[in-house]
Each structure stands twice: as structure tokens, then as C-alpha cells.
């Protein structure tokens, strides 16, 4: 091993021989530097091994050989080695991403570099609080120059206001670490935690200005004007050496005074650390420069791990775990993105839709904005995972939820940019040029996000359980990308027809039925891909993650799993929905209900986990404390999947933009994940109550008004995929309406309903989907007349509103009448009437899809369109098979599912003599209904053919008008507005109330956010200000002055 | 298989004399309704002699497939509606396939040809088709809901969805029946009937004025033959209902007629008496006055 020592002496050294032989070695001056961080970095980081696996103990360096205090001592610890190559390897990468900038400044700014890096590595080690002191000034003097690299007024203006600040945080601590003098007669922190520095009087003083000019290093809101601006005045690959290796090295020196610091400072710490971790997400809602938008956000995340740190010791031994993954993901992530923003060099995230020209840059983006974000598979999921569980435990609540909030608010900002980039017009300029030294930092922190995401999974306690395999192979996809679609969707359909062979034998119950909606409803709707021709570059990839996560929702056994799925679906659902050509805010709005939701879900599993040994799925049944509460936040959690009334907002859009085949994946499929989430959680939680109200009686009215409104809505609209997306709403109400119902047919109806909603909903989605793609437009009264045109496809409409209206004999009724059985059974009246009523209003839109697109008047520019494509059709008649069975042999669906339930329901169910079935209140024979109807309509129609056999086809405007002739199809078609006096009797219920609400919310928050961040004046004297004020403030606050 | 056969031919004898008694009935009201209004009014047999001018009309068009199995969907409605129904309480052969399903099933078969009838006159083209579906199923969807709070109190009334057994469970006394038992109800229920009649003031659908005979429009000779089949066979089959559910259902044909038509007549007394509602209007006085009795008659059977 190398000796530590070497760091200083190989960094200085190399900076001072650059000084003096500056110009001879000019040319050379970058390859020296890029060496010299190399060698830093190895020695870190074989260090780091070397300690991580035991192969080597600590080592103290004393410097010139004498023990302190007439020396200095450095510590290379496991912590050290840690720290020491995170901001080597930032040092060694940010040089080279910066190589070309560089040599164009010449020697001194490769000699800044070094001695910026060296600055920090004596920072991380040194365990002398003057030495300390020094080498803080040795790096804010060398930050400095960094800054103002590139001189223009504005680093300059930065750069001043960043001496005075540090100059000042400078004073401060210099003035304690002479109080601390004074007191203790020594500056070795060694020495000082061997005895019991408390003892000493008047010690608060000293040890308060030490830390406090520590923390102020760190930025905390609101003093820390001053580091946003230089965040926003220095280019990308600057502004990443400050967020990472500087904030990582100041982050460890919070850590290392620790010991000395008086228990108070740790809820100081807490509170400054989460305080600025909302604040920061918050006011970053309303700002728009890349640059200072990325600085709202290092200074969050170093607030959030500065928090965890004061949490430490309500995090227990998970501590290092939870604050290294998530220092880790700060690090990756936000180098990564400064570094991307260094090469797109744009004023205004708008301007970030350039990125586009480079798919991998995209890739890139998406990867490390979902990794700060602590999506799976990344390490921060493990680390927020852990400290929500822990901070649960520990009755944190205060803290476990401003987190939560915080970490949503800074999904809104990320996410907007995200769909800004991926969405945008590109503005128009220079084409983007990429250098390979810019190539290689970013595809190193790239690959590096999954490689820690691996560790974590390894090092978390229960992350070894996941099953990664569903998610490598949709990750695969992006390696072969290139590939045509018809290989790609091959593959894809492959791999999930083996998994569900795979998965077959251990399958039953609701597990049976969700993996079959998952997974071979999810083949069907794939077989519609072979419709596209071309690459579809990024759809396989995302498209499989989601399936990925829907299937291990199904495999899950513990919360972990649960969770991690949960969110390998969300975010593989927000690509699949962007691709879309309108959806940016859909998929935004869409995302954050998701993260809300998953947030929702994550407390409810905390709090369920508290007092358990374990973390199965079962736990939510034994839940000894607060179980109405977990049941109330994971049901609302599902509930934003289900797009139940007030959390429906984020749905017509993202459904109606999406793609042809997009659409039914994400209508018919993955809202069936919310069902499931519900499903487990009431057949473990049961009945819980508020009070002495039934939750599960809350849940009912929701689902009915969900239904009606959802139904209504649906009734109103002109966009036919639109039309579908709030019928969803609907079904999805009833479902939820028979899930509250807690009784043996009120689950059959839910479960029935919820395999007919994806059969008629897929062939909608898919049908429609054919005749947008023929059509080019979703708006219905701009259609008509289709019938003749594409007929395939009206069948299977027609097919499909029937089983939707619940219309007998197809096998829609089977719901309706369970429904029946099981109101009167539970006597939910008013509810069920609501139902009901919804199920009538369905008729409205049902009648109107087909009669505004196939009825009526054949526009003149469609008289020669197709039938749609034949991959498009093909999952249609599938499907209709499918349905035509279910109508025929109801049992075959029904049956399984009730005897699925009697385990959990062993009342009430029905009974079956073939396909005879009976509840206690009544009784229905499918197949005979089928019989009747069939052999009706034979005759009738025999008779009238026969009656009617001469009959001649007239043309289209053939039509009985009193006195004149209709001769244009646009004025004849009746079709927009269609229900025009429903509207004017009880539109006023389909009023966008919940939107307006949402709406108010975002733009509430966005007005705070606009009003809090006029503190940052961008007037050096004020940050002073607020500087002196915060560490007055917090002194007052922290140690009784108020 | 023998008795399959015996069922098929009851099934068409009910559905002849219910044909017929439809037609009967529809001469009588339309003669009652012109005296009212100081008229003369048509022959009784005028919708016989209607019939039989449609099927032998010469000119015969039609707008294509859907056009065409439309009046098919509307008449297999009816007809099926009727057979799903327990024609004679106690007559095995006159209970017809009503085995195969029970209320439920018959409420929402009702549907099963309005939806049909309404994709076929949609096919026409002709706007006051569609203009007339629209308003149709609006009104339907308004008149459902006071209709089904009252399905759901008699279900909880007799426990069970059973028609059969809410006929049984009226036997014995004119005190027996719903509409004594279960006043609100009853009220709820033959509010809503009004709406399922078509008659005034909820005839908006078939508007003679402004939109001339609404979704039929288009419909000429065999066409419109079969749907003046239907429109003898459905509104008997849905008074026969409405008998079983609120008035203790009939043992014999005649005590089905008597009844049937006192019902029929409730619809053409406010029929003749109150003026025409436009579609906002009916469908806020639906969920007005009749919701409320619904929501009465629930509380008042559940509490």
C-alpha cells in the first residue's frame, strides 16, 4: 500500500513543479495533471479495497516524524478511503472532462486543480483542527480560481461573493478553533474525544463556532445565496468538482467533528440538513438555468445527508449504508448531469430538448436523473428505502415525512426538465460535439450507477431477495437496441412467454390471475408491435421494464420486493408513455402521482414494519400499531394507480397520447397493478376503522363516485382515445367499489371485472388505436361513416362496448349481476345504485364511439382508407375469442375465481351446475341466455331477410329530408356535442373540479417557491447577512437564547 | 329434448298473444287519445292493417349491414325480453326461459335492442337518428337510476332477485302486493316507467315535430315492420314486468290483461295529461322527485 502521505506530496509537488516549469511544460501540463489525479486516485482507492475487505488495517501518518501535538497526524480509515476516492476519482474524471477548457487556460489551471484536489484530500484526513482551518482556505482560495477560470462579470461577481462567504465561514471557525484552544489546550481531535470535553466550561462557545462554520460550508438555505450563484455562473464541468468532491469533503469533515459535538447538534444538523433539503427542492420548483437549478439540488442532497447524519443515531447500524448510497448517488448523478450541462453550455432547461441530437447523452440524462431520484436499481432506493424503515422505527415521523415531501418536490423539477429534454422543439444551432474525454467520464459514472446499484442490492438486508432477472433482460434491450423491430418484439415476446412457463407451476390464486393479465396480456399487446416498422428506438427496453416490475409485484414476498417493483414499473410506465407525441405533461403529471403514490406506499410499509422481525408482505396483517393509518396511506398510495376520483387526473392524457399499442398496455394493463396493490393489502389489512367508520365503507363511495363521474366524463368527450381513458376511470371505480365490498361476490364482480376490463379494454384501445393510425386524428366527429371502410375493426368495437355496457349474453353482464348479489347482500344501496347508474351512463359513451366513428356519414377524405394493419387486428380477434368463451362458458372464468376466493371468503358464494350458477338471491345461466338470444336473432333475422329479399343498397345521401338534399358529409354527420342537453342537465358534475384543485397546488406552491427565492439578491452583502443571521439565528434557537 | 320442444311452442304462442294484445292495445290508446283530444281517432285494427302495408311495400332500401340487423337487434330485444319473463306466475309452459336469468337479467337485456336498434338507425346516416339515439339513451340513463334504487328495495324487501319468488311472496292478498308493501318503491319504480314508456311528457325521443319519429326515421317497408313488431312485444313485456314486480303478477291470461292494462293506461293518462319535457328537463326531473322516493324507499326498507 501506498502510503497516504504520497496524495499530498505527489498532488503538491506536481502543482508546484507546474508553477515553476509552467512554460516548458505547457503542452505536457494536462497529461502530468491527469496522471497525478490517477495516482491519487489509486492510492484512495486501493485503500478503500483494501480496508473494505479487511486486507488492511487503518494507518496514521505523522508528518516530519513527531507525534502531535508538535505534528500533524493523517488518518486513512475506512471513512477516509471512502471520501479520499470519491474526490480523487472526481478530481482525476472532472480534469479530464475539462482537459480541452484547460489547456486553453493554461498551466495555472491545471496548478489550481491540484491544489484544490490536495486541499480536500488534507481536509478528509487531517485530524488537526488548524490544519483544518488551513487547508479550508488553501481550497476555497483554489475554488475561487476555479471560478473565475473564465473570466467574465459574472464568475467574477460569483467568485467574490464566494470569498466573502468563505472568508467569513473562515473567521468564524478560526475563531473557535482558538476558544477551543483556549479550553482544551490542544487542537488534536484525537486527543480531545479521549477525554470528556464537555467538562470544560464555556467549551459550547468554541465547539459552535467550529461546527457552525462547517455547516455554513455546506450551503445550508437560506445562507446560501452565495454557492447558487456559482453554481450558476461557472460552466458544467466546474460546477461538478465543487457539488462533488468539494461538498463530499466538506460533508466528512460534519462527519468527523462529530465525536466532539455536543449531543444538540445533531438535531441542529437535522434540521438545518432536511430543512434545506425541502427548501432547496422547493425553490428550485421556479427556476430554470441548468446550471443553478443542478445547484438547487446538490445543495438538497447534501442536506439530506447532512440530516441523515444528525438522524445517525436513530438510523442504527443501517446508518453508513443509508447515508454512503445516497452520497454515492449525489456524487454519480449530479457529476454526471453538470457534466452533460457542460457540454450542451444552455441558459434555460427549454433549451435542454437539444440533448436529442445525442441519444446516448438522453440515455444518460433520463439514467441519472432517475438515479438522484432513488429509483431501483440504483443505490440511493436502498438508502431511502432503509432510512424511511429506520426513521419509522425510530418514531421520526416528523422528519420521515419532510423527506418524503422534499424528495417529490424534487421529483417535480427533475421530471419537468427530463420531459422538456425528451419533448421540446430542439432550438435551433450548432450541431452538439461531444469529445471523447467527455465521453469517458460520463460512461464510466454511467456503468458506475449500475455496478454501485448491484453492491447496494447486495449490501442492503433484504436486496439480495430481489429478483434482477426480469429487469437485466429489459435493461438487455438497450444493448441491442439497433435491431429491427420485428427481431426485438420477437425477443420480447419470447422472454416473456418463457417467464410465464417459468413462473406457471408456482402460480395460483390472485397470483394466477395478475401474472396472466401481466404477462399474456402484455404478449398480446406486444404482437400489435409488429405493426411498426423501423428501430422504435427505446420502446422494447422500457416496455419490458414495466412488465418487469408488474410481474415482480406478483413474485414479491417481501415489502422490499413490493416496493422495488413497484417502482421498476413506474418509471419503465413514464418512457412508455412519453414516447407519446403530446405527452410531456401527461407523462409529468402521470410521474408524479406515481412517485406520491410510491411515496404513500413507502410510509405505509414503514410504518407497517415497525415492532416486526421481518419484512414479508405479511407484516401488514400483524401491524401492531397505527394500522388504520398504513391502510389508509398504502390505499391511497394504489389508489393513485387506479386513478381513483381526485388522483385521476394523470390519466386521460397519459392514455390518450400514448401510442397504438402503448395505449392498451397502460389502460388494460398496468392499471391492474393499483387492483393488485389493493388486493393485497385488504386481504391482509381486512376491515380497518377510523373511528367507528369502516375504511373499507370510505373506500365504496370513492369507487362509486369514481365510476359515475369517470363515466360522465367519458360521455363528454371528443377524443376517442380520451374517451377510453376516462371510461377506465370508471371500470377502475367499480373495481374499487367491489374490492371495499370485502364479500365472496363483491370480489368475484372486482376480479371478473377486472380480467373483462383488460379484454375490452386492449380491443378497444387496440381498435381505435388502428383507426387513429389510419385516420390521423383522435378527435371522433372527424370520423364517421367507417363501418364499410375498416369493418374488422368494427366488430370488434362492437364486440367490445357491449362486454363493456354489461349488456347480456356476453360476458360483461356476469359483473353487473354479481354487483347486484353482492350490494343487496352487504345492503350498500346508495352505492350500489351509483353503480349502477354508472353502468348506464356507460351506454352513452359506448354508443357514442361507435356511432361518431363507424355510423353515420363516410367523410369524403376517408373514402379510401384501409382496414387497419393485420398486427394491429390480430390481438383484436384473439381477445375476441377469448371474450366469446368467457360469454359462452361463464364459468370458466368465474368458477376458478370463486374458488380462488372461498379461502378467504367462504360465504356466499356461488353455485354452479355447469354453467348454472346461483347466489342466494338469484340465479343466471349464461350459456342458455347465450342459446335464446342466438336462436331469437336467427329467426328474426331469417324472417326479415326472407320479407326483405329485394331490397336494394341505396348511396350515402339517400337519405329522407324534407325539401332538400344533404350532400355534405360534415354538416350531416351529428357528432360533436353528442349528448349536448345531458350536458346542460348535470354536466356540471363533470366540471375539472380535481384539476382546478391540482392545479391550485402546483401553482400555490410555485408562488412560495417564487417568493421565498427573492432572498437570493445576488448582493454580496446581503448573503453576508443572511450568513451572520443564520448562525445568530440557530445559536438563539439551539442553545436557549429564545 | 321432447321438452324443449313444448317450451318453444309455448314461447311462441305467448309471443303471439302478446303480439296481438300489443297491437290491440296500441289501437285502443290511440283511439283513447284522439277522443280526448275531440278527434276521431284511427280504426282499432289500424296497426294490423300498418303492418302488413310494410311487409308488402315494393320499394325496399336499406343503408347497409347494420342498417339492416338493427330492426333485427330491437325485435330480438323484445321477444327476448318477454321470454326471459315469467309470463303466468305458476304456469311452468308460460314462465318460458325465464330459468335462465333472473331480475337482473332482465333489466339489462332490456338494453340489449335499444343498443342494437340504435347502431342500425346510426348507419343510416340520418342525423335525426342520431339526434333521437341521443336523446334517448340520455333519458334512459336518468330514468335507471330512481328505477334501480327501486329494484334494489324490492330485493331487499323479498330477498331475492328472483321473479318468480317476488310474484310468490305477493299471493294472497291485493295487501300482498309491492305496491301496498313497499309504497315508495312502487312509486320510485312507476315514476321511472313513465321514462321506459316513451310516452308524454318523455316522448322527446321519437319528437314528431322537430326530429320526425327520431332513430326510426330511416326505417321503410320489412324494416319498419319488424320494428312495429317490436314495438307491440316490448312494451307488453315491460308491463308484465312492472305487474310481477309491484302488482302481485297474474295466474291467468285474463288477470294479466286486466292488470297490464291498468298499468299501460297510468302511462297514457299523464300521457294525455301533461305536455312534452325536453331532454335537460326530463333528466333533472328524474333526479328530482322520483330519485328521492327511491332513496325513501331504501331508508325506509333498511332502517
Known amino acids: ?72 497526524n493523517l488518518l486513512m480509515g475506512f471513512e477516509e478511503a471512502f471520501f479520499l476516492s470519491l474526490v480523487n476519482l472526481a478530481g482525476l474524471f472532472g480534469t479530464l472532462f475539462l482537459y480541452r477548457t484547460l489547456m486553453k487556460s493554461g498551466v495555472n489551471a491545471f496548478v489550481i486543480l491540484l491544489i484544490l484536489i490536495m486541499g480536500l484530500n488534507v481536509i478528509i484526513m487531517t485530524r488537526d483542527l488548524f490544519n483544518l482551518f488551513v487547508f479550508m482556505e488553501i481550497s476555497s482560495i483554489a475554488t475561487a480560481g476555479i471560478i473565475i477560470l473564465n473570466p467574465h462579470q459574472k464568475t467574477i461577481s460569483a467568485g467574490f461573493k464566494y470569498m466573502l462567504a468563505t472568508g467569513i465561514v473562515a473567521g468564524i471557525l478560526l475563531l473557535g478553533i482558538i476558544f477551543f484552544y483556549h479550553f482544551t489546550g490542544t487542537l488534536n481531535l484525537d486527543d480531545t474525544i479521549r477525554v470528556n470535553i464537555e467538562a470544560w466550561k464555556g467549551i459550547t462557545v468554541a465547539l459552535f463556532f467550529i461546527l457552525i462554520a462547517v455547516i455554513v460550508e455546506l450551503k445550508p438555505f437560506p445562507a446560501n445565496g452565495w454557492g447558487l450563484d456559482v453554481y450558476e455562473s461557472v460552466p458544467g464541468g466546474i460546477g461538478m468538482l465543487i457539488s462533488t468532491a468539494s ?65 445517525s443515531h436513530f438510523l442504527g447500524n443501517q446508518f453508513g449504508l443509508i447515508a454512503a448510497s445516497l452520497l454515492i448517488s449525489h456524487y454519480l448523478a449530479k457529476a454526471g448531469l453538470f457534466w452533460i450541462s457542460g457540454i450542451l453550455n444552455k441558459t434555460h432547461i427549454r433549451e435542454w430538448s437539444v440533448i436529442r441530437q445525442n441519444r446516448l447523452l438522453l440515455f444518460l440524462f433520463s439514467l441519472f436523473v432517475f438515479l438522484l431520484l432513488g429509483f431501483p436499481p440504483f443505490p440511493a432506493f436502498y438508502g431511502k428505502w432503509e432510512l424511511i424503515m429506520q426513521l419509522a422505527g425510530s418514531g421520526q415521523f416528523f422528519w420521515l415525512g419532510a423527506i418524503l415531501v422534499a424528495s417529490l418536490l424534487e421529483g417535480v423539477y427533475l421530471f419537468r426538465w427530463l420531459g422538456y429534454a425528451m419533448k421540446l422543439e430542439a432550438p435551433a444551432g450548432e450541431p452538439l460535439r461531444v469529445g471523447w474525454n467527455q465521453y469517458i467520464p460520463l460512461g464510466i459514472f454511467g456503468l458506475a450507477t449500475f455496478v454501485t446499484g448491484y453492491y447496494a442490492t447486495h449490501l442492503s438486508s433484504y436486496g439480495s431477495l430481489i429478483n434482477l432477472i426480469p429487469l437485466a433482460f429489459a435493461l438487455g434491450f438497450f444493448l441491442i437496441d439497433f435491431l429491427p423491430v420485428y427481431i426485438k418484439n420477437t425477443l420480447a415476446i419470447a422472454g416473456m412467454g418463457f417467464y410465464f412457463y417459468y413462473l406457471y407451476p408456482d402460480l395460483n390464486g390472485f397470483d394466477m390471475v395478475f401474472s396472466a393479465i401481466f404477462l399474456v396480456g402484455g404478449i398480446l399487446t406486444l404482437l400489435a408491435g409488429y405493426a411498426y416498422k423501423g428501430k422504435r428506438i427505446g ?424 325539401a332538400e338534399r344533404p350532400f355534405r358529409p360534415e354538416t350531416t354527420h351529428f357528432a360533436y356535442n353528442f349528448f349536448a342537453p345531458y350536458k346542460k342537465a348535470i354536466g356540471f358534475l363533470a366540471e375539472p373540479g380535481v384539476t382546478r384543485f391540482w392545479g391550485h397546488v402546483s401553482e400555490g406552491s410555485h408562488a412560495i417557491a417564487e417568493l421565498i427565492r427573492r432572498i437570493y439578491s445576488g448582493n454580496g452583502q446581503v448573503y453576508l447577512f443572511q450568513i451572520m443571521a443564520f448562525i445568530v439565528v440557530v445559536y438563539l434557537i439551539s442553545f436557549g437564547g429564545f | 329434448m321432447e321438452n324443449i320442444w313444448i317450451k318453444i311452442g309455448y314461447a311462441l304462442l305467448t309471443i303471439f298473444i302478446v303480439l296481438n294484445y300489443g297491437l290491440l292495445l296500441q289501437g285502443l290508446f290511440r283511439k283513447i287519445g284522439a277522443r280526448v283530444g275531440r278527434r276521431h281517432g284511427i280504426r282499432i285494427w289500424q296497426p294490423w292493417v300498418d303492418i302488413i302495408k310494410n311487409y308488402t311495400f315494393r320499394s325496399r332500401i336499406y343503408h347497409g349491414v347494420m342498417y339492416y340487423l338493427g ?92 321473479i318468480n319468488e317476488i310474484v310468490a311472496a305477493q299471493q294472497g292478498s291485493i295487501l300482498n302486493w309491492t305496491f301496498f308493501t313497499n ?121
Open chain 1, 1 to 72: 500500500m501506498v502510503t497516504p502521505v504520497y496524495l499530498v506530496v505527489s498532488l503538491l509537488g506536481i502543482a508546484f513543479a507546474l508553477g515553476i516549469l509552467g512554460k516548458p511544460l505547457r503542452k505536457v501540463a494536462g497529461v502530468i495533471t491527469l496522471a497525478t489525479m490517477a495516482f491519487a486516485s489509486y492510492i484512495s482507492v486501493s485503500w478503500f479495497m483494501g480496508l473494505w475487505f479487511g486486507e488492511q488495517s487503518a494507518a496514521m501518518v505523522f508528518t516530519a516524524g513527531f507525534r502531535p501535538p508538535f505534528s500533524i
Open chain 1, 247 to 311: 461538498a463530499s469533503a466538506m460533508l466528512y469533515v460534519v462527519y468527523k467533528l462529530l465525536p466532539i459535538a455536543p449531543p444538540v447538534f445533531f438535531q441542529i444538523l437535522t434540521t438545518i440538513g432536511i430543512g434545506t433539503f425541502f427548501f432547496s427542492n422547493l425553490l428550485a420548483l421556479k427556476q430554470t438555468h441548468p446550471n443553478r437549478l443542478l445547484g438547487y439540488s446538490s445543495v438538497g442532497q447534501i442536506g439530506l445527508i447532512t440530516g441523515v447524519i444528525g438522524l
Open chain 1, 539 to 962: 420502446f422494447y427496453p422500457t416496455a419490458l421494464m414495466m412488465f418487469a416490475g408488474l410481474i415482480g409485484l406478483v413474485e414479491a414476498k417481501t415489502t422490499l420486493e413490493f416496493f422495488f417493483a413497484w417502482e421498476v414499473m413506474t418509471a419503465g410506465s413514464y418512457f412508455l408513455i412519453i414516447r407519446g407525441k403530446k405527452s410531456m405533461e401527461h407523462a409529468l403529471s402521470y410521474m408524479l402521482f406515481s412517485l406520491g403514490g410510491a411515496y404513500l406506499i413507502l410510509a405505509g410499509f414503514s410504518l407497517a414494519s415497525i415492532g416486526q422481525s421481518t419484512i414479508v408482505l405479511d407484516i401488514l396483517a400483524t401491524a401492531p400499531l397505527y394500522a388504520p393509518l398504513i391502510f389508509i396511506l398504502l390505499a391511497i398510495g394504489f389508489m393513485t394507480k387506479t386513478a381513483s376520483i381526485g388522483l385521476h387526473i394523470w390519466l386521460p392524457g397519459a392514455h390518450a397520447e400514448a401510442e397504438t399499442d402503448v395505449s392498451p398496455m397502460v389502460s388494460s394493463i398496468l392499471l391492474k397493478a393499483g387492483v393488485f396493490g389493493l388486493i393485497i393489502l385488504i386481504i391482509r389489512m381486512g376491515e380497518q376503522h377510523l373511528g367507528s367508520l369502516s375504511i373499507l365503507y370510505i373506500l365504496s363511495w370513492i369507487g362509486a363516485i369514481t365510476a359515475v363521474l369517470g363515466n360522465l366524463m367519458a360521455a363528454f368527450q371528443e377524443d376517442a382515445k380520451r374517451l377510453l381513458a376516462y371510461s377506465s376511470i370508471g371500470v377502475l371505480g367499480y373495481i374499487l367499489f367491489g374490492l371495499a365490498l370485502f364479500s365472496h361476490l363483491g370480489w368475484l364482480a372486482a376480479i371478473a371485472i377486472a380480467v373483462t376490463h383488460f379484454l375490452f379494454k386492449a380491443l378497444l384501445f387496440l381498435a381505435i388505436g388502428g383507426v387513429v393510425w389510419r385516420l390521423k386524428t383522435k378527435e371522433m366527429y372527424r370520423m364517421g361513416g367507417l363501418i364499410t371502410r375498416m369493418p374488422f375493426t368494427f366488430i370488434s368495437v362492437l364486440i367490445g362496448i357491449i362486454v363493456l355496457a354489461g349488456i347480456p349474453p356476453l360476458s360483461g353482464f356476469a359483473g353487473k349481476w354479481i354487483f347486484t348479489n353482492a350490494v343487496i347482500e352487504k345492503e350498500w344501496f346508495f352505492q350500489g345504485a351509483l353503480i349502477s347508474f354508472a353502468g348506464i351512463i356507460a351506454f352513452l359513451y359506448c354508443f357514442r364511439l361507435i356511432h361518431t366513428i363507424f355510423l353515420g356519414q363516410l367523410k369524403d377524405e376517408h373514402r379510401k382508407v384501409n382496414e387497419a394493419p393485420f398486427w394491429i387486428l390480430a390481438p383484436q380477434y384473439i381477445i375476441l375469442i377469448i371474450v366469446m368463451v368467457f360469454s359462452v362458458l361463464p364459468n370458466s372464468l368465474l368458477h376458478p375465481i370463486g374458488e380462488m376466493l372461498k379461502p378467504y371468503f367462504p360465504d356466499g358464494a356461488l353455485t354452479w351446475q355447469g354453467q348454472y350458477a346461483t347466489s342466494i338471491f338469484g340465479y343466471w345461466n349464461g350459456t342458455w341466455v347465450m342459446y335464446v338470444v342466438v336462436a331469437i336473432f336467427l329467426l328474426v333475422f331469417l324472417w326479415l331477410w326472407f320479407m326483405n329479399r329485394k331490397a336494394y343498397r341505396v348511396k350515402q345521401f339517400n337519405i329522407v329530408f324534407a
Open chain 2, 71 to 162: 330492426p333485427v337487434f330491437r325485435l330480438t330485444g323484445g321477444i327476448g325480453l318477454l321470454l326471459f319473463l315469467p309470463v303466468i306466475y305458476g304456469s311452468e309452459m308460460f314462465s318460458n326461459f325465464s330459468f335462465t336469468g333472473d331480475l337482473m337479467l332482465v333489466l339489462y337485456f332490456q338494453f340489449f335492442g335499444v343498443l342494437g336498434m340504435a347502431l342500425g338507425a346510426g348507419e343510416s346516416g340520418h342525423p335525426y337518428s342520431a339526434i333521437g339515439v341521443s336523446r334517448g339513451l340520455s333519458q334512459v340513463t336518468a330514468f335507471e337510476l330512481p328505477l334501480t334504487l327501486g329494484v334494489l328495495a324490492i330485493g331487499l324487501q323479498y330477498h331475492t332477485l328472483n
Open chain 2, 183 to 303: 309504497p315508495f318503491a312502487a312509486a320510485a319504480m312507476l315514476l321511472s316507467f313513465l321514462g321506459a314508456m316513451g310516452r308524454s311528457p318523455f316522448d322527446v325521443v321519437l319528437a314528431p315535430q322537430e326530429i320526425p319519429i327520431g332513430p326510426p326515421t330511416e326505417f321503410n317497408s320489412s324494416l319498419l315492420g319488424v320494428l312495429q313488431l317490436n314495438r307491440a312485444i316490448f312494451p307488453v313485456a315491460k308491463l308484465i314486468l312492472f305487474m310481477n314486480l309491484l302488482f302481485g303478477g297474474a295466474t291467468n291470461w285474463g288477470e294479466l290483461i286486466i292488470k297490464t292494462f291498468f298499468i299501460y293506461f297510468w302511462s297514457v293518462f299523464v300521457g294525455i295529461a301533461f305536455p312534452r319535457f325536453r331532454v335537460d328537463q326530463s333528466v333533472r326531473w328524474f333526479l328530482s322527485i322520483p330519485l328521492i322516493l327511491g332513496v325513501i324507499a331504501i331508508i325506509l326498507i333498511k332502517f
